[in-house]
Structures are given as C-alpha cells and as structure tokens.
C-alpha cells in the first residue's frame, strides 16, 4: 500500500507549521472558511481519482501540537497495520473518547444541540443509529478527522460531506438553519457553526456500521484535558478502562462489559 497523507495550510503562518514528512495542502484561497477543513477535503475528493492501494488522510496543521506524533509514527504504524484493515484511527482527545459513551454526548456538552440535530441529519441520511446509546471508543471514532483510510471509507465520507453541505446550503428546514447557527467553543469568544462539530463527528457515523476494519494509534500517553479532568495516573487507568472496556462490549455485545463501563466512568471525577 502507497501512503499519500496530506496536511491542510490556509496561510503563511499554519505553513510554517507543516510536517515536512507529509504532503502540503493548500486551501489559502479559503473560498469557504465557515466549512473549515470539510471544505479542501471535499473538493479534493469530488476532484481527484483515488487509487485502490493507496491510504489517505488529511489532517489540520495542528496535527503534530494536538497529538505530539511526527509524520515517521503515522507511516511506521500504517505499515504494520494487518492487511485487513481499512481505516487507521488515531485517538487525539483520547480521554474524551474514553469517558464519554460517545463524541456526540461529549459534544453535546460543549455544542448543545449537537446529539440532536446529529440524530436529524444520521435519520435523513438513512443510517440506523439511535446515537445516544450508540457505544463510541478509539477503534470506531475519533476528533477532527484525524483518520488514514482507503479508499473506500473516503468515499462514504464524501457521501456524507456532500449530503450535510446541500442541506445546509439549500435545506430549508429548521434543521438547516441550526446546523448554520453560530455556537461558542472554546471560550465565548470563538465560534464557530455548529455544521463544523457535527462532520468532525462523521467518523461515528461511517463507522457504526461495523463495515470497515479499523486499527487505533494509541496515544493515551498524552496529556488529560484539564479542565475536564485531573491528571493523575488514578484518572487514566480509569479513562483507558473505559475505553477497553467500551471497545469489548462493541465486539461481543456483553451486557456486564457496559455496566462495568458505566460503573467505571462513576470513579472518574469531573470538572464540569
């Protein structure tokens, strides 16, 4: 399998930050900057004829400050991934995923309305997914597409990015309108539409199905997030507990491994 992983610059500054490891790519037009990084990723895709024995991914220039991991960790783990596997995972907010059931609860804590119009878009999209028991871990969601696929995922992705950009450009609904609506993050003074939260969680979506293969780069050696949690060694064995844990019931459906989860998850203290 040949590796084109792109890393996505919108000016001088995000160049600067660039993986010399990875392949730079451009969106400094910024045609539109309200769809951040589905934007570059879609026209790529609707654009380009994508190889059947090639991995793809496009991460933020952020990636190596979010996660710590040069170009040669993504490359060296990709290549000793077993042939079987479709999609590279690669657990930033490794925590998050662990302690919530999944990123659309913990979205819905920071973005209210998320889980709901999430469920809205999943229901018009004809997937079968109730997301608030749906069981999301490292080895079937992540954050801000931080993900290396084949083809074939892509292609689903696609779907999906192409499905939410005409409800939003062209819906009517209400369900349009909320998914356009502007919402803090971070602090009150940044915000951003809530459509950008809910594609950061396409991953769940395409990955729910079980259809694809998946393999986790665990980074779980990386910091907490604090002002969620506290970081002790006690915090994270209890937060990787809950991911095994989590990862486990998806396999075998072994009600107690839930209840565990649940149990754990009680042990943990939170911020907020």
């Known amino acids: 399998m040949k590796s084109l ?6 000016d001088r500054n995000s160049e600067k930050l660039l993986d010399p490891g990875l392949i730079p790519l451009s969106n400094a037009d910024n045609q539109r900057p309200d769809w951040y990084e589905l934007w570059v990723i879609k026209k790529f895709l609707e654009n380009e004829n994508l190889s059947d024995d090639t991995w793809y991914g496009f991460l933020s220039p952020k990636f190596h400050a979010k996660t710590g991991l040069p170009a040669e960790d993504i490359y060296s ?6 042939s079987n596997t479709d999609v590279v995972m690669i657990s930033y907010s490794w925590d998050q995923l662990a302690y919530f059931i999944n990123p659309f609860e913990q979205g819905d804590l920071f973005h ?3 889980m709901k119009c999430s469920q809205e878009f999943s229901d018009l999209m004809g997937i079968d997914l109730d997301i608030p028991t749906f069981v999301g871990h490292s080895g079937n969601s992540a954050f801000c597409n931080f993900i290396i696929a084949k083809p074939a995922y892509w292609k689903k992705w696609l779907e999906l990015a192409s499905a939410l950009f005409d409800l939003v450009e062209k819906g009517k609904e209400s369900l349009a309108k909320e998914l356009g609506g502007m919402i803090s993050y971070g602090s009150v003074r940044n915000k951003a539409p809530l459509k950008t939260f809910v594609q950061e969680r396409f991953p769940s979506l395409i990955l729910s199905s079980n259809e694809f293969n998946t393999s986790s780069l665990d980074i779980s050696h ?4 604090r002002r969620l949690f506290d970081e002790t060694p006690r915090t994270r064995r209890l937060l990787q507990t809950c991911d095994s844990l989590k990862s486990e019931y998806s396999k075998s459906k072994y009600p107690d491994l839930l209840t565990a989860y649940w149990k754990i998850r009680a042990l943990i203290p939170r911020k907020f």
Do not use: A, C, H
């Not at 992983?5 to 919108?10: C, G, L």
């Open 77 to 82: 783990f990709i290549n000793k991934v077993d």
């Open 112 to 114: 209210p309305g998320l």
């Open 5 to 10: 992983i792109y890393q996505i610059y919108y």
């Open 222 to 225: 990386t910091p907490v997030f």
